[in-house]
């Protein structure tokens, strides 16, 4: 391991300029800090980080103590997936949810909203908006976390949502690029691979991301995907071709280019992190997401040594490595002019609010309840329900921490409600919810049945015994709607719960 010797080295500084780590723990351990003071530019928010807003700040606080213009990323989607409230579900529907209301102005001031709770903590990047197209309904990652399978849909919408989040202060990172929406594979386990020629690519997957760079998106992210149509040999996130190529040169992007987290299967099980943090900053990549499970000062070191080794045997231009680090700074400084150079976190631009998204709005409950979906009709709940929460393996984008479903929200507008939990490995689900059940009124939660051939089984065999269940879909509503009362939130987020709550608690009709 090479020994730093200088703080001032500028070799090692603009390879520690260029990680994004996260870490464990709700205060900022040491060796974040002696890292921050030795170069390191940036760091990572997860949800092990977070317990309360004021705690975020105080955290965001602590590290600028080391570095006033260091780069706080978080990955705060809303909807599904969420960070600052990764232990209640998040105030604010997904993409899926806006892009089903597909009213721009609402999008921007979610988004707006949204970035303005993030900057009030210290936060000011955020990895959104999600610019994928859901053109493959099986994806396993994807799903509600794109804002439809309608490519104009898609692109109108990330560019207002990064107008939104931008507003705030906050710098928006498109996502997945060039598109991660026609998967199959998730990227955290394996190689996922695109096999659509070059005209189709354009026409779809590129057109959100060319929406992306018009609205100014301050940062992309790259996909760990393989697209033989672009580049035969390697994935996005360490592919020439892709970032510079077609990123820079042909799409004109001049901002800052992150990898997705470079401990996932994609590249770590292909290439290893460290030779594929060299690729990819070798490639065009200015920032590498180094995010869940290598939270340790050790990771960081091992990636700092080898991009200087890299430098250091002509493997990476040292020009390349300066300029990304550049980049870098860059974004920090965009942020703390946007948000009032020296100001306290919370001091964000509030030029240009969007009408709606001032503090404690409830702009995101509007649009949860704007974005549902009712088919059918149901008579107003008047005693406790039985809520059974069909359940599979957790998207890891959306983890295990966060909760979802509507039996929370609908005990609180019907108290005593009670609830169970069933998987594919329940013997005759739909039997086991009946017993459990007795005279209640069945209210089933699921998410993506289209999925799994078991929820759909048993949502048959349950709706054959007691006609007047109620089904709730919280994933893509692509499966047959079933049920006296079927409703799609378009969402798990813990307002499209409370949406759906509200009209099984008052009885629904289809719209």
């Known amino acids: 391991m090479t020994t730093l010797t200088s703080a001032t080295d500028t070799l090692t500084r603009d390879a520690l300029a260029v990680l994004q780590p996260g870490f464990t723990g709700t205060t900022a351990p040491d060796w974040v800090l002696r890292r921050v003071d030795e170069g390191l530019a940036s760091v990572a928010l997860f949800g092990r980080n977070v317990q309360t807003p004021e705690q975020v700040t105080a955290l965001t606080t602590q590290l600028r103590a080391e570095r006033e213009d260091l780069l706080v990323a978080i990955d705060e989607e809303g909807g599904d997936v969420t960070r600052l409230e990764v232990r209640t579900g998040s105030s604010f529907p997904g993409n899926l949810a806006l892009g089903y209301v597909d009213d721009v102005d609402l999008t921007r001031a979610v988004a707006q909203e949204l970035g303005r709770r993030l900057a009030e903590c210290g936060v000011d990047l955020n990895w959104a908006p999600s610019a994928d197209i859901n053109s493959n309904p099986d994806n396993p990652i994807i799903g509600v976390r794109a804002f439809g399978a309608d490519t104009q849909l898609v692109a109108r919408h990330t560019a207002a949502y990064i107008e939104g989040l931008q507003a705030s202060g906050v710098a ?14 998730d990227s955290h386990h394996a190689m996922p691979r695109i096999d659509v020629d070059l005209e189709t690519l354009h026409a779809r997957e590129l057109v959100p991301f060319r929406a992306a760079v018009e609205a100014g998106s301050k940062c992309v992210m790259s996909a760990h995907i393989l697209l033989p149509a672009l580049d035969a040999d390697r994935p996005g996130t360490v592919s020439p071709r892709i970032l510079t190529g077609l990123l820079r040169e042909e799409l004109g992007y001049d901002g800052l280019i992150v990898t997705d987290a470079v401990e996932m299967r994609a590249i770590a099980g292909t290439y290893g992190i460290e030779r594929g943090s060299v690729l990819a900053i070798a490639a065009g990549a200015d920032a590498l997401c180094v995010g869940g499970g290598l939270e340790d000062d050790g990771t960081v070191l091992r990636l700092r040594d080898a991009l200087v080794a890299a430098v250091r045997n002509g493997e990476l231009p040292e020009e390349r490595l300066a300029d990304a680090a550049a980049r870098v700074r860059a974004l920090a400084s965009w942020t703390r002019a946007a948000k009032g150079a020296g100001s306290e976190p919370g001091a964000a631009a509030q030029e240009g609010i969007a009408p709606g998204t001032a503090a404690g709005s409830g702009i995101g409950l509007v649009a949860a309840r704007r974005a549902v979906r009712v088919t059918g009709s149901a008579e107003p709940l008047t005693a406790p329900a039985y809520v059974a929460s069909f359940t599979s393996a957790s998207n890891i984008a959306v983890g295990d921490e966060t909760p979802w479903g509507v039996a929370a929200e609908l005990d609180r507008l019907v108290p005593g409600t009670r609830t169970g939990t069933y998987d594919g490995e329940t013997e005759e689900p739909a039997g086991a919810v009946v017993r459990a059940a007795g005279e209640r009124r069945i209210v089933v939660v699921v998410r993506d049945a289209h999925r799994h051939a078991w ?27 079933r049920g006296a009362l079927h409703i799609a939130t378009h969402g798990a987020a813990r307002v499209c719960g409370q949406a759906a709550a509200e009209i099984i608690a008052r009885g629904g009709t289809e719209d």
Do not use: S
């Open 455 to 481: 929820m759909g089984e048993a949502l048959d065999a349950l709706v054959a015994r007691r006609p007047d269940t109620v089904v709730v879909e919280m994933g893509v509503p692509q499966a047959p709607a």
């Open 172 to 185: 928006a990172c498109t996502k997945h690029f060039p598109g991660h929406g026609d998967t199959a594979v």
